[in-house]
């Protein structure tokens, strides 16, 4: 009885212990896309996760549809420690850290299980050990999918359609360039601004991907809708380093844990997202047009100097891993 007595106790003690190594803690997730669209829904299983895992001692608050402020605005809030976490496009941290900008390189990536290779290997490590001088810590890579490009005046078939377009773009001189390649105006413009730009006319148009377009009604406000699949889109989530510094090393630990389990459910909900929100702007009644395969090809000879320009920024390891990855070659 005694010995049973001692296991017990040591048992308790060990449980209470392990207890005591989670802090109470809110942890305030950010994001600019709407609920129900796939990193939302992303954020909310890795908040029920790390609730369970913790046993109720970590718990996490999730603000979509851009109520704590746009993109840039939230990664500030990180930096400064007012605002924990955040999910947004990995190219975007361009504005950070050179090298983030291979992500954003158009039309180079298509093909989904490469890219989590990559994302979940040696490139994803390469990137993310870079962020901690910039006052964030990288978690891990989410996604929000290859996005598509949408307006209201007329269908797009060729490089040509594109021309004079004025299209919404995200904050990123990268993807500025791009667009200017492409033919079009490119009109750099917070997502939280995006719905009544396009309502109002003072862009033409704006690219993301389905899921986005549906879950933000943007296909309420414009007519066309162009398969490109121009960018690719992973999804890095972000901690602040001011909180992260607080945390215990269980805590780290559990909670990188948790966004990188968190990572293969979330992908394949965007992954099947893809296709059912796709099928949902076409009957909604929105013209949907694939591009013929010589044409998109168009549009890729169009962007060539644009991957040029950026890849000489890059990293030359990091650019020739990627480019070897995806069979993809400048010259």
Known sequence: MKAILGLLTA???????????????????AATGQAGTPPVLGMQIFADKLAERSGGKLN????????????????????????????????????????FGILDLPFIYQDVTVMDGLLDGEVGKKLTDQL??????????????FRLLTNNKHEINKLEDISGLKI????????VDMWAALGANPTPLAVT?????????????????????????????????????HNYNPQIVLIGK????????????????????????????SRDAQVSALQSI????????EIDPAELQGMKD??????????????????????????????
Do not use: C
Not at 132 to 144: I, K, R, S, T
Not at 305 to 321: C, G, H, N, R, S
């Open 11 to 29: 048992a308790l003690l060990a449980t209470g212990a392990q207890a005591q190594d989670y802090n109470s803690r809110m942890i305030k997730f």
């Open 60 to 99: 996490t608050k999730v603000f979509a549809n851009g109520v704590l402020g746009g993109d840039v605005q939230v990664l500030s809030s990180l930096q400064g420690g007012v605002v924990e976490m955040m999910v947004w496009n990995a190219g975007n941290m361009i504005t950070q850290e050179q090298d």
């Open 132 to 145: 901690p001088e910039h006052g964030v810590v990288g978690l891990a890579f989410w996604e929000q999918g």
């Open 168 to 175: 919404r773009v995200q904050q990123n001189q990268l993807l």
């Open 193 to 229: 601004e995006l719905y009544t730009a396009l309502e109002t006319g003072a862009v033409d148009g704006q690219e993301t991907t389905a899921p986005f377009i549906l879950g933000s009604k943007y296909h309420e406000v414009q007519k066309y809708v162009s398969v490109t699949r």
């Open 242 to 269: 001011p909180f992260w510094d607080k945390l215990t090393e269980d805590e780290q630990k559990l909670i990188i844990e948790v966004a990188r389990e968190t990572a293969i459910e979330q992908r394949q909900i």
């Open 282 to 289: 076409r009957d909604a009644g929105n013209t949907v047009t």
């Open 302 to 331: 169009a962007v060539r100097p644009v991957i040029a320009k950026y890849a000489a920024t890059f990293d030359p390891e990091l650019t020739q891993t990627v480019f070897d990855a995806v069979g993809f070659k400048l010259d």
